[in-house]
C-alpha cells in the first residue's frame, strides 16, 4: 500500500473541517480532506442545524433595541459554563476567545463571505437565576439566511475552489482508524477504504471495507465530531449529577456522530478532558418523516407552554420552556421518567412553537420571503401543523378531560394522574386575570413581551389555556434528545492537542465538536446556544491558520 503525502491531513468533512481546509489551502498548502461518509454528506451536522449563530452587540441586535457589550456577555459565558476544574484553564482561555471573536470580527468576517442574517433575533437559554448565573441577558440567537445550507455554503465554495486549484483533495468513504507516531510526533494517518454509498444526505451508510489507505503530513487537523449518534457512548459517560442516564433517546444527530476520532487520537497520546459534560434536549419529538434512525426533532419553545412531568406536575422554577436546558434534564431525570408534557393552546403553538433543523425551516433554507412572511399570519407554520396532525407526541381535544384521556393514550404507563393535571392547569389559569402575578413563568411571559422580536414573532399575548377562543387544547410528549459533546480532545490556543502533561502532542491539531469546540470544553456545563456552530468555525479557523504558520 502506497502512501500518499500532503503539507496537512483534515480528518472530518464537518464545518470545522472545511474551515480548517479552507485556512490551510488559502495559506498555500496542499491538503488531503478525508470523511467517512459519501460526498453528499458533506457539511456533516451543520447542515441539519438551525443555523444559529451567537453575535454580540450585532447591528440586528442593535435595531431590535438591544443593549449588549463584550463585558455583558462574558459574564453571561462565565455564569453559564461554572468552570471548576483544573483542567478547565485552557477552556476559560477559549471562552474569552471566543467572545472576544464574537464581539468583534465575527460578525464582518462572515458578512465577507457572503453570510446573511434573519433581522429579527432570538432569545434562548433565557436562564432564570440572578444577573451572574446561567443564561443569555439579552436575546442573541442570529439565524442564518438559510439556516444550515447556509453557514455551510461559504466554506464548501472556499474549498471547491481550492480543489480546482490542486490544493484541496477531497477523499469520501475514507476512514481513519489510526494516528502513526513516529518518535513522538504524529507524522500520518491509516485507515480503511469504505464501499461506495449511494444513501441520501443524514442515512446511515454501510461499513464494508474495500480497501486500506495510508497518509503522511507534517500537520494532522482532527475534526471528526462528538459522540450523540452513539447512545451506548452517551450513557457510559453520562455524569451522575444528571441522574441515571435514559434508556430511551432520540437522535438529533446522524449514526456517523461516533466519537471513533477520540479514541484514536487518545491512543495517539492526546488527552480527552471533560467527557462528562454533554449537552442534550429535552423537548424532542419523533420524527413522524424520519431521515435517520430514532430521528427525533427538537422544539424550539416560547415560554407559555406548561410543562409537566409523566404525573401531571408541573416543573418548578425555572424550569420553563427555553430557560435552562441542563437544569431541566437533571430534574426530569430525578423525577424516575424520562419523558414530560407541553400543555397548551392553539393560540401558542401558532405563535410560540418552532422546529430546529434546516429540513424543518423551507422558508428561511431555501430564502423565501413569501413563506417567511406568512410566520406573522394566523395559523401555525405549516411543518408546526404537520406534526400536530402527523406527529405520535401530539394530542388535540376540545375539551381537558379528553385531552388528558388522551395523554394517558400514548403513554401507555398509567402515571398521569387526572387530578394533578387539572389542578396545575386551573392554577395557572387564574394568574391570567391580571397583568401582575406571583406565577414567576407568567411573569416571565409578561417580561418576554417587553422585547420587540418576542412580541412581534415569538410570544403569544398571555391568555388562559382553558379559553375556548384559543383553542384547541394540545399536549405534546417530549423526549431527551441527544445533540452535543461538550467535552473532547484537549488544546491550546493555537488548537494543539495537548497530552496528559500538559505539553503538545507534535503534529496533531483538533477542532470543532471533538475538541469541545475549542480547548476541550469551551462552553463548560452548559451551552448559550448559537454558540456551535460559530464555535465550530473559530476552532476550525483557528487550527488551519496555527498548523499553516507552523508549516512556515
Known amino acids: 500500500m502506497s502512501t500518499d503525502q500532503a503539507d496537512a491531513i483534515v480528518v472530518g468533512a464537518g464545518l470545522a473541517g472545511l474551515a480548517a481546509a479552507a485556512e490551510l489551502a488559502e495559506a498555500g498548502k496542499r491538503v488531503i480532506l478525508l470523511d467517512q461518509e459519501p460526498e453528499q454528506s458533506l457539511g456533516g451536522q451543520a447542515f441539519w442545524s438551525f443555523g444559529g449563530l451567537f453575535f454580540v452587540d450585532s447591528p440586528e441586535q442593535r435595531r431590535m433595541g438591544v443593549k449588549d457589550s463584550r463585558e455583558l456577555a462574558l459574564q453571561d459565558w462565565m455564569g453559564t459554563a461554572g468552570f471548576d476544574r483544573p483542567e478547565d484553564a485552557w477552556p476559560r482561555k477559549w471562552a474569552e476567545a471566543y467572545v472576544d471573536f464574537a464581539a468583534g470580527e465575527k460578525y464582518t468576517w462572515l458578512r465577507q463571505q457572503g453570510l446573511k442574517l434573519f433581522p429579527i433575533v432570538g432569545w434562548a437559554e433565557r436562564g432564570g437565576y440572578l444577573a451572574d448565573g446561567h443564561g443569555n441577558s439579552v436575546p442573541r440567537f442570529h439565524i442564518t439566511w438559510g439556516t444550515g445550507p447556509g453557514v455551510v455554503a461559504p466554506f464548501e465554495r472556499r474549498v471547491r475552489a481550492a480543489a480546482e486549484r490542486g490544493l484541496v483533495d477531497l477523499r469520501f468513504r475514507h476512514r481513519v482508524d489510526e494516528l502513526v507516531v513516529t518518535g513522538g510526533t504524529v507524522t500520518g494517518v491509516r485507515g480503511t477504504v469504505l464501499a461506495p454509498s449511494d444513501t441520501t444526505r443524514g442515512q446511515a451508510s454501510n461499513r464494508d471495507a474495500v480497501g486500506g489507505f495510508a497518509c503522511d503530513a507534517q500537520a494532522i487537523v482532527v475534526t471528526a465530531g462528538g459522540i450523540g449518534g452513539d447512545h451506548d457512548l452517551v450513557r457510559r459517560n453520562w455524569p451522575e449529577r444528571l441522574g441515571r442516564a435514559p434508556e430511551h433517546m432520540l437522535s438529533g444527530v446522524p449514526a456517523h456522530v461516533d466519537g471513533r476520532m477520540l479514541g484514536i487520537t487518545e491512543t495517539a497520546g492526546g488527552q480527552v478532558i471533560n467527557r462528562d459534560r454533554m449537552w442534550h434536549y429535552t423537548e424532542g419529538i419523533r420524527n413522524w418523516d424520519p431521515i435517520w434512525a430514532r430521528h427525533g426533532i427538537r422544539i424550539l419553545p416560547g415560554p407559555s407552554s406548561l410543562w409537566l412531568d409523566a404525573t401531571g406536575r408541573r416543573l418548578p ?129 409578561h417580561g418576554a413581551r417587553r422585547y420587540r422580536g418576542d412580541r412581534l414573532a415569538r410570544v403569544a399575548t398571555p391568555h388562559q389555556i382553558l379559553d375556548p377562543k384559543a383553542g384547541p387544547l394540545i399536549a405534546v410528549r417530549l423526549h431527551i434528545l441527544t445533540r452535543k459533546t461538550l467535552g473532547g480532545l484537549h488544546t491550546d490556543l493555537d488548537a494543539r492537542v495537548l497530552r496528559t502533561d500538559g505539553t503538545p502532542l507534535p503534529g496533531v491539531y483538533a477542532a470543532g465538536e471533538v475538541a469541545g469546540f475549542g480547548g476541550g470544553g469551551v462552553h463548560g456545563y452548559r451551552s448559550l446556544e448559537g454558540t456551535f456552530l460559530g464555535g465550530c468555525l473559530f476552532s476550525g479557523r483557528t487550527a488551519g491558520r496555527a498548523a499553516a504558520a507552523a508549516l512556515g
Open 317 to 445: 422554577a425555572p424550569y420553563f420552556p427555553g430557560f435552562d436546558t441542563l437544569g431541566t434534564l437533571e430534574h426530569i431525570m430525578r423525577t424516575g421518567h424520562e419523558y414530560t408534557w407541553f400543555v397548551l393552546s392553539q393560540k401558542i403553538i401558532e405563535k410560540e412553537f418552532g422546529l430546529s433543523g434546516s429540513e424543518q425551516n423551507p422558508d428561511l433554507t431555501g430564502k423565501d420571503l413569501r413563506l417567511v412572511l406568512q410566520r406573522v399570519l394566523p395559523g401555525a407554520p405549516g411543518p408546526v401543523e404537520a406534526f400536530k396532525r402527523n406527529g405520535s407526541d401530539f394530542v388535540v381535544a376540545d375539551r381537558l378531560p379528553e385531552l388528558i384521556r388522551k395523554m394517558k393514550g400514548i403513554a401507555g404507563d398509567d402515571v398521569l394522574d387526572a387530578d394533578t393535571v387539572t389542578r396545575e392547569v386551573v392554577a395557572r389559569d387564574r394568574e391570567m386575570a391580571n397583568t401582575f402575578t406571583k406565577d414567576l413563568q407568567v411573569m416571565a411571559v
